[in-house]
């Protein structure tokens, strides 16, 4: 492993390296059999359809008990670093944005600031407790969070937040910790924060969201779901439903490979954020999605959904996908693999960071994600060289876990 000062340099390149070589240059290391094309964002359809132009909002659902009509397509600001692309989303219908202190290190919550100025009372906003160097820990003193959320209040330049999430929940103890719920108390009364949510992708999912429903904390819970992936969330949703907890969809586009996989024609590969999102959408208990919105192209596709019900050929290019990435794909909230790693590698969190370059054109974001790891566990996924993956053997998915993670140590280390 390199010295902290080569990390840093690593890190302080990343951006440069991304926007200059893009994500094909990166690919003598590839152990996939699908590529990305360097030219354009990951995500977006190689050829779009001149029907999607000006698409905009077209079904709006209530959020819980908060009182909100959210629209059913919503603006995640992972990423975000302009806020341009914010304004002619809500100029589209979108009124629901998640954005956090640590996106595009506390850039996403400044290009939002921006963008909602004068608007301000036509959206809803959803932020973390979080600063701009990630997580807070459960012990946070309340103080502290309450001086975050004081500083997401700053930069988003809002005397208030419609919702607050307790991040990335992976346990009981972190979900009902009693410093978030005191610091959440009090910034309800000042009438800085008005709802509290929590959002997991991680192995305890079922656990947090079940014991965060019937705890009758939480007014909105967000979760990574999509096609084919954790059945048992529908029984959490019919029960968030019930007490009216509103439930937002995350993660709706499963590894977003759709751009990189052969045996996908452009047509479909165009359609396929479409069929994911009318798929989601045709849950009753789903109020909304929230997925990455980086790019103006972005909108036209993604809204072309909006409002839209899936028919036969969405759920037959679903199917299609599937199977295409089911060995590539890492699920959020399985972590079977976990226990079995002699090294404590937190497999799930480094091939999310993988994504995050390869797919969601987040190179910058995925690079400093996983300099923090290395900075909180002491090491990183180099300690896979050599090893005898006894992971493999315990991934449902028969995913070839070493090599990825092999690759993803060489790939966001940026050596050469």
Request: charged share 25%.
């Given at each position: 492993?390199?010295?902290?000062?080569?990390?840093?340099?690593?890190?302080?390149?990343?951006?440069?390296?991304?926007?200059?070589?893009?994500?094909?240059?990166?690919?003598?290391?590839?152990?996939?059999?699908?590529?990305?094309?360097?030219?354009?964002?990951?995500?977006?359809?190689?050829?779009?359809?001149?029907?999607?132009?000006?698409?905009?909002?077209?079904?709006?659902?209530?959020?819980?008990?908060?009182?909100?009509?959210?629209?059913?397509?919503?603006?995640?600001?992972?990423?975000?670093?302009?806020?341009?692309?914010?304004?002619?989303?809500?100029?589209?219908?979108?009124?629901?944005?998640?954005?956090?202190?640590?996106?595009?290190?506390?850039?996403?919550?400044?290009?939002?600031?921006?963008?909602?100025?004068?608007?301000?009372?036509?959206?809803?906003?959803?932020?973390?407790?979080?600063?701009?160097?990630?997580?807070?820990?459960?012990?946070?003193?309340?103080?502290?969070?309450?001086?975050?959320?004081?500083?997401?209040?700053?930069?988003?330049?809002?005397?208030?937040?419609?919702?607050?999430?307790?991040?990335?929940?992976?346990?009981?103890?972190?979900?009902?910790?009693?410093?978030?719920?005191?610091?959440?108390?009090?910034?309800?009364?000042?009438?800085?924060?008005?709802?509290?949510?929590?959002?997991?992708?991680?192995?305890?999912?079922?656990?947090?969201?079940?014991?965060?429903?019937?705890?009758?904390?939480?007014?909105?819970?967000?979760?990574?779901?999509?096609?084919?992936?954790?059945?048992?969330?529908?029984?959490?949703?019919?029960?968030?439903?019930?007490?009216?907890?509103?439930?937002?969809?995350?993660?709706?586009?499963?590894?977003?490979?759709?751009?990189?996989?052969?045996?996908?024609?452009?047509?479909?590969?165009?359609?396929?954020?479409?069929?994911?999102?009318?798929?989601?959408?045709?849950n009753p208990g789903v109020a909304g999605l929230v997925v990455t919105i980086t790019q103006p192209a972005q909108i036209d596709e993604y809204l072309y959904a909006s409002g839209?019900?899936?028919?036969?050929?969405?759920?037959?290019?679903?199917?299609?996908?599937?199977?295409?990435?089911?060995?590539?794909?890492?699920?959020?909230?399985?972590?079977?693999?976990?226990?079995?790693?002699?090294?404590?590698?937190?497999?799930?969190?480094?091939?999310?960071?993988?994504?995050?370059?390869?797919?969601?054109?987040?190179?910058?974001?995925?690079?400093?994600?996983?300099?923090?790891?290395?900075?909180?566990?002491?090491?990183?996924?180099?300690?896979?060289?050599?090893?005898?993956?006894?992971?493999?053997?315990?991934?449902?998915?028969?995913?070839?876990?070493?090599?990825?993670?092999?690759?993803?140590?060489?790939?966001?280390?940026?050596?050469?």
């Amino acid at each position: 492993m390199g010295s902290e000062t080569d990390r840093r340099g690593f890190l302080k390149r990343a951006g440069a390296l991304a926007g200059v070589a893009g994500v094909g240059s990166i690919f003598k290391y590839s152990t996939q059999w699908f590529l990305v094309s360097p030219d354009k964002p990951p995500t977006l359809s190689d050829k779009p359809d001149a029907a999607w132009k000006g698409a905009t909002v077209a079904g709006y659902n209530q959020l819980g008990r908060t009182g909100w009509k959210m629209s059913d397509i919503s603006f995640g600001a992972g990423g975000l670093r302009d806020a341009d692309v914010v304004r002619l989303a809500i100029d589209r219908g979108i009124n629901y944005i998640d954005t956090s202190p640590d996106y595009s290190d506390s850039e996403s919550e400044r290009a939002v600031g921006e963008a909602i100025t004068g608007k301000r009372d036509k959206l809803f906003i959803a932020s973390k407790f979080c600063s701009p160097d990630g997580h807070l820990d459960k012990d946070t003193p309340v103080a502290k969070i309450i001086e975050a959320v004081e500083g997401s209040l700053g930069r988003l330049k809002t005397d208030y937040l419609d919702l607050c999430h307790i991040h990335a929940v992976n346990s009981l103890d972190r979900l009902m910790a009693p410093t978030f719920h005191e610091a959440f108390d009090r910034l309800k009364e000042q009438g800085k924060v008005r709802f509290l949510g929590v959002s997991s992708h991680t192995p305890e999912l079922e656990t947090v969201m079940n014991h965060a429903v019937d705890s009758d904390r939480f007014d909105v819970i967000m979760v990574a779901y999509n096609f084919k992936n954790w059945p048992d969330l529908d029984n959490i949703i019919d029960k968030a439903k019930s007490k009216n907890v509103g439930f937002v969809a995350m993660k709706t586009l499963k590894g977003a490979y759709h751009t990189t996989l052969r045996g996908f024609d452009p047509s479909e590969r165009g359609s396929f954020p479409q069929a994911a999102f009318k798929w989601v959408n045709g849950n009753p208990g789903v109020a909304g999605l929230v997925v990455t919105i980086t790019q103006p192209a972005q909108i036209d596709e993604y809204l072309y959904a909006s409002g839209k019900a899936a028919d036969a050929d969405d759920l037959a290019l679903l199917e299609k996908y599937e199977q295409l990435a089911s060995s590539e794909y890492c699920r959020p909230g399985c972590g079977e693999c976990l226990d079995s790693c002699p090294h404590d590698v937190a497999v799930n969190d480094v091939l999310r960071y993988t994504m995050y370059y390869d797919t969601y054109g987040q190179q910058r974001e995925a690079i400093r994600l996983y300099d923090r790891m290395i900075d909180e566990q002491g090491h990183g996924a180099e300690v896979c060289v050599g090893c005898s993956a006894p992971c493999e053997g315990a991934c449902p998915q028969s995913i070839p876990i070493r090599n990825k993670l092999v690759r993803a140590d060489r790939l966001l280390r940026l050596r050469s």
